[in-house]
């Protein structure tokens, strides 16, 4: 039974900080696309960013490029998403979601791609 939990999320001033953290069970994360996607009212889910850590590959939408982070801790196969300097658009219903290696190394990577999901975590920047 693949399980994955995100926690970390939060309200926070613009400029501010924020990790958000995907803990994955019955899944391994490292071996296995996992990406980080939001979607904020009446937008579309997006991409944020997608990580195969076996090869050390990201990926990152371009606004938020430079500001956002993905990692992985092995250990605990958790996924983590720092993000930096964050802005008032990037409020949003945050979800990880976790997918077969191949999806990591397509030129658009899309929800529909992914398998699992979280249940997702609110970011509120203002």
């Known amino acids: 039974h693949v399980q994955l939990v995100e926690s970390g999320g939060g309200s926070v001033q613009a400029g501010g900080s924020l990790r958000l953290s995907c803990a994955a069970s019955g899944y391994t994360s490292t071996t296995n696309c996992m990406g980080w996607f939001r979607q904020a009212p009446g937008k579309e889910r997006e991409i944020v960013a997608a990580?195969?850590?076996?090869?050390?590959?990201?990926h990152y939408v371009d606004s938020v490029k430079g500001r956002f982070t993905i990692s992985q801790d092995n250990v605990n196969n958790t996924v983590y998403l720092q993000m930096n300097s964050l802005k008032p658009e990037d409020t949003a219903v945050y979800y990880c979601?976790?997918?077969?290696?191949?999806?990591?190394?397509?030129?658009?990577?899309?929800?529909?791609?992914?398998?699992?999901w979280g249940q997702g975590t609110q970011v509120t920047v203002s």
């Open positions: 990580t195969y850590a076996a090869l050390n590959r990201t």
């Open positions: 979601a976790a997918a077969p290696t191949a999806v990591c190394f397509v030129h658009s990577i899309l929800p529909g791609d992914f398998d699992y």
